[in-house]
């Protein structure tokens, strides 16, 4: 499965696993096997830790609890009490250990540690001033606007960027083109 860090924090994009959420509500994580694979795809873990059925369910609580509390923190709405006091528990745990190997460093950790290190993420962005929605046309992946004026508009450019810039520039062609009808 292909998965696009392009959030800037790690809880953000474990949020984004479900794209569209208003629309189609695509699921990008639909196994343990395949949240293990993000684990790893996602720098957490050196490789895919093992994923129970419950460590599953775990992990996609705390998602589906993180999406609507970022989205008041957002819009500046408080974020439910309930919300905060998961995040909080499963950040209180241990996260993955980097160890220096041969050849590297490998970080190692199980489902649990890097659940931990989601929600120490996800503490992150729900205080971050930054914490932004995507503007994309049926996109609602958050991001961190780290750009300079603070005026990021899209989860990235390769994609909900493209798309909206291709779009303003069809819409000023077509003004054009009909500009150009009426004076001939």
């Keep these: 499965m292909e998965f696009a860090f392009v959030a800037g924090n790690l809880a953000l994009d474990f949020v984004a696993t479900v794209a569209s959420r208003d629309t189609v509500a695509a699921e990008r994580v639909p196994t343990p096997d395949a949240l293990a694979e993000w684990f790893a795809l996602s720098g957490a873990v050196s490789e895919p830790p093992e994923v129970s059925a419950v460590d599953y369910g775990r992990a996609i609580a705390l998602r589906e609890v993180l999406y609507p509390a970022l989205r008041a923190r957002a819009s500046g709405a408080p974020v439910d009490k309930d919300a905060i006091a998961l995040v909080n528990a499963l950040a209180a745990g241990p996260t993955p250990v980097p160890a220096l190997v041969d050849g590297g460093v490998r970080t190692l950790g199980s489902a649990d540690e890097v659940l931990a290190l989601v929600a120490r993420a996800a503490q992150h962005a729900l205080t971050d001033p930054r914490l932004r929605f995507c503007d994309g046309q049926d996109c609602t992946r958050p991001f961190v606007d780290a750009s300079r004026g603070h005026t990021r508009r899209w989860c990235g450019m390769a994609g909900c960027g493209d798309r909206a ?20």
């Design 165 to 184: 810039k291709a779009a303003a520039y069809r819409r000023r062609a077509a003004r054009q083109t009909r500009g150009a009808d009426v004076e001939g």
